[in-house]
């Protein structure tokens, strides 16, 4: 037997009830595997791959490290791994748990309002005090990177265990670096965004370990899990529209249609669902019809962007590494 | 660790033999040093350079980047006035994503002495530091020389207004920023001025002013916290509000400073190249005078004028130093051999007095032996 494709994802907490929601909507149904091993699963409908559960924030590392092929996860969690481009493929955005990862200072704070304004008010910090200001943050590699690019040098990063919006009002720094989602608590905080703060603006993503090793059976079994995903998400934003045989009064509309990107299908078409209501009333005014539209469950590809990534991504390593 | 291969004994008692003739006390220096001063002084960027360890529930450490820093504060516990120091050992740098070395030897010197002859002192070091360079057996050295002042000299000199003249001074050393700046000359920059709440703080003196913007905050029901008080942020706002827009340099202005950085020649021709381009002020001229002072040293402790240069351009590795800069480089390798250089400030953010002088100098034995790093 060989060895399955290992895929991680969320073990607790809301993440959880997204991703799980979402393979559920897929066609795909968890089956925690017995016993102690409360961390591993199968999932049904999709052969040949094992689940493993961890926090989001150990996905990210098993990824990096290597020790899992495939892994649902937060993209900032993802780049705060040390050029993240080595070791992980970000393969699809899955449009769930977004947040923004902020720069926010004190709302006191009426003098600053872009980077530009907290640089100059560093330095003059360093100047007066002799001391640095202090970020708190837990996402250190982004926070070192964005303060680079916008010249800013005069700071010291404290790692904030807890909540990282309290550390100014506790005095353990003086502005901080943060994921927010409403920004309510950043309010809540005395804290407000940067003008220009936005570092990242995160979401989920379904993303593949550069560094874990691929054999010819698990890259199938990812192919085979991919384009089930792929197919859910192309069909949710596409229609199907079918009406009667009408001896050729529809083919100049379909020509034009499938010209701006729908499909044929046997008797009608396949549009992005956006257009499907415009495409009806086109075929009914020119006395085509009834036009039925109705949601289809999957659209399967012959191409599968995501499946076509990895792909490439695994033997542009293996270019790399082979022969050496 | 990858650590460097030893120099064979009889290179490195050639490149260690110079620093026995300088009068100096042979120390060494704690292999921890406390990582929160360290990255208070060298800012956030030093980190990633750093090897740090912590005991369980204890503050967190770095095995030693260098001497410097260690032999400051010792220096400055000893209650002397002046002082040098020689050392010889291992110090530590992480370098992630290549292959070089992370344990190193360092040998090196530091001079204290607030009253001394500060340019003879400089040349002094210089002159150490390239003759134990060239105990190596390297024949392709040369000096390169600097000047972290020279830059602030040039932009007193373009008569900008203050706080363009500041901004520009702390973008020396920080190529982003510095490139930010260069990249919006020409523009009309249009700062948010603060609005009405500036207008009317600069029309008070100052207590009233604080309490007016305490009551604005109370009023918007914001609770002030992060170690900024009221009279800052007054003061600032009605600083930001005087000058009608952030004000950015002249298109030729921007030219002038790209000119000057670019220059990199023998030291009398860089210099002379400096003065086309400058309005000579003050701190210019005697810029200028102390150049010349130092060549003349320079050449008359028997360094070749044809193996010296002199570059505008400012390294950001240099964090602790003001003023005089030089590094010994060898045609062979990317990296310096020795550096050294002025750091006078750094002893008074260390607790020191205002009128200290530090100068030091590092040789790397293993780079500067002709048959070590390649």
Known sequence: MSEPLIIAVPSKGRPKEQVDAWLADCGLEIQAGGGSRGYVAALKGAPGVQLRLLSAGDIADALDAGDVHIGATGEDLLRE?????????????????????????????????????????AHDYLARTGRRMRVATKYVAQTRAFFAKNGLADYRITESGGATEGAPAAGAAEFIVDITTTGATLT????????????????FHLAASLRASWSADQLQAAEAFLRVIEARAVAKTSATLIWPADGGASDAIVEALVAAGASRRPSGLLAPAGEASEAATRLTAAGVGPVSVSRPDFVFDTECKPFDVLKRSISDIGVKTGGF | MRSEPAVPSNILAAIRAPFAGVGAQAVDAPLLQPLSLLLDLAGETMRQRLFVVQAEGGPEYCLRPDFTVAIARRHLESGAAAGRYSYEGAAFRAVPDSDGAEECLQIGLEVFDPAGPALETEIEIIDLAWRSALAGGRKDLTLWLGDVGLFAAFVDGLDLPPTLTARLKRAAGRPRLLQAELARAGEEGAAPAGGQL????????????????????????????????????????????????????????????????????????????????ASVGDRLAIAFEAWAARLAGLTAAGIPADSMGLATALGHAFDYYDGLTFEVRSEALERAIAVGG?????LARLGGTNDAQAVGCMVRPWRAFSGGEA
């Open chain 2, 342 to 346: 002025r750091y006078d400030s750094l």
């Open chain 1, 188 to 203: 809540a905080n005395g804290l407000k965004v940067l003008s220009d703060g936005l570092i990242l603006r995160s979401q």
């Open chain 2, 198 to 277: 500036a207008a009317m703080l600069s029309a008070l003196p100052q207590g009233q002013a604080v309490a007016l913007l305490e009551e604005t905050w109370a009023l918007a029901g914001i609770e002030p916290v992060g170690g900024r008080g009221p009279a800052e942020i007054a003061e600032r706002l009605v600083r930001r509000a005087g000058e009608a827009s952030a004000p950015a340099l002249t298109l030729s202005q921007a030219d002038a400073v790209r000119r000057f950085l670019a220059i990199s020649n023998t030291p009398q021709a860089a210099l002379a190249d400096v003065r086309m381009i």
């Open chain 1, 81 to 121: 791994r040390r050029d993240m481009q080595a070791g992980i493929v970000l393969l699809k955005p899955l449009g769930f748990a977004r947040a923004d990862l902020v720069v926010a200072v004190p709302k006191s704070w009426v003098d600053v309002e872009s980077m530009f304004d907290l640089e100059e008010v």
